[in-house]
Every structure is written in C-alpha cells, then in structure tokens.
C-alpha cells in the first residue's frame, strides 16, 4: 500500500505559467516532507522541503504548501522555465517505530515546460 | 567536492553471476543508503546504515547484501544476480545532526541482468 501518492504521472505546461504538482500520504506519523527533481542519467536532486509545524515554505521560484488536515502537499513553481523540465519525487519521513527518519518516495510527475 | 560517487556507473551480468556496487561519499555523513528505481516507480530502500560497521534492512532488502566497514564507503552486493535485480541503483547519504537534513544522491548505476 503506496504511503505517498503522486497521482499525476506527467504535467506539462507553457513556459511563463504557474507548475502545480500535488502528492498526498496516507502516515499521520511523517512530520518532514521534501521535493527532489530529477533529470534522466542524474541521481535526485534536493529541492525544497518543509517541517509538519509549518504550512508553507519558500525558496525562490519554489513554494511548497502543506495542508496536514487532507494530508496533501503541493509545489508550486513561478514562473515556469523550459529547464525545470525533469522528474519531480514528493518523499517523507517520520521517527516512528524502527524508521530512522528514513525516506518514503512517490512514484513521480514528469513536468514539461514548453517554450 | 565530490559529494556521493557511485561506481560502475553502468555493467551487464548474466544470471548467478555476483558482483558489489561501491558508495562513496566525502562529506563525513553517518547515515548512509542504497535505492532501486524501477521504470514507474519511485525509489524504494533497500538497506541503510547509521554509522560505520552498522547496517539495516530497508522495504526491498532480499537478494542483497551491504557492508559499511569505513564511514565513507558503503557496498551493495548481489550474491547470485536475478533477471528481477535489473534496475536503476542510488546511494545517498546525509548527517541527521539536530533538525532535518536531505539526502544526498549518487548518479545512480544501471544494472542488466541477462
């Protein structure tokens, strides 16, 4: 039973526009949540991530929204630019049981920025 | 600065054959972890180590084995490689310290099992 869901496996939108990708869990125990990117033959990248006591994080273009009551979170990426195009992994954690903090990854949304 | 080097980056094995995949990093991280990614799948955790000497089992751990007999390196084998271990293999590693820290990623190695 998938923990965290990306449920769009592709997105693609115009060069300029606002990039929403969404991913929902289903642990009330994970309290960290981070967005990687990645580009084909390169390992994930570290994107943005936000702690369960905030509900938004910034970082430049990228915003990261966290709604713990609908246990859903969305990046947000303003404006879009043709070198965003990658794979993008929602991954949380959480210290409970024998975890270690260790990273439950989503399948993925590919996201194409056109020109 | 390096960060995490992950070596080979691409090899072909036949079935049954063995082999050991190298991890390493220089930013003197404790925690230490080996992924697969399979074609629509996110990365999934094979094994991981807190701190040098000290491995764990992650979701996906059988058919491998790991080592981690210095704090830098990190080692992956398969014993007896199966057609289902062909995939997309990641190292990460990161220092927990006293608020969240990400991991951080090797380039991944490519393994075919023929």
């Known amino acids: 039973d998938q923990q965290v869901k990306q449920n769009s496996p592709s997105l693609s939108v115009q060069e300029g526009r606002i990039s929403i990708l969404n991913c929902d869990y289903t642990?009330?125990?994970?309290?960290?949540f981070l967005w990687y990117k990645k580009y084909p033959a390169e390992g994930p990248t570290f994107l943005i991530s936000?702690?369960?006591?905030?509900d938004k994080n910034e970082d430049g273009r990228f915003t990261v929204f966290l709604n713990k009551s609908a246990k859903h979170l969305s990046l947000h990426i303003v404006p879009s630019q043709p070198g965003d195009s990658a794979v993008y992994f929602c991954?949380?954690?959480?210290?409970?049981?024998?975890?270690?903090?260790?990273?439950?990854f989503g399948k993925g949304t590919k996201l194409s920025v056109k020109p | 600065n390096a960060g995490v080097t992950q070596t080979p980056k691409f090899r072909v094995l036949k079935t049954g054959q063995s082999m050991t995949l190298l991890c390493a990093q220089d930013?003197?991280?404790?925690?230490m972890y080996w992924y697969r990614q399979d074609p629509g799948m996110g990365l999934r955790l094979i094994h991981y180590?807190?701190?040098?000497?000290?491995?764990a089992k992650g979701e996906v751990p059988d058919g491998y084995n790991v080592s981690r007999l210095k704090k830098q390196n990190f080692l992956l084998g398969l014993e007896s490689a199966a057609p289902s271990q062909t995939s997309v293999y990641f190292c990460?590693?990161?220092?927990?310290?006293?608020?969240?820290?990400?991991?951080?990623f090797g380039d991944g190695t490519r393994l075919s099992i023929l």
């Open positions: 936000i702690s369960s006591i905030k």
């Open positions: 642990n009330s125990m994970f309290d960290y």
């Open positions: 930013m003197n991280h404790e925690y």
């Open positions: 991954a949380a954690s959480g210290f409970y049981g024998g975890s270690q903090g260790n990273l439950i």
């Open positions: 180590s807190v701190g040098e000497g000290t491995t």
């Open positions: 990460a590693s990161t220092d927990p310290g006293t608020v969240n820290q990400p991991q951080h």
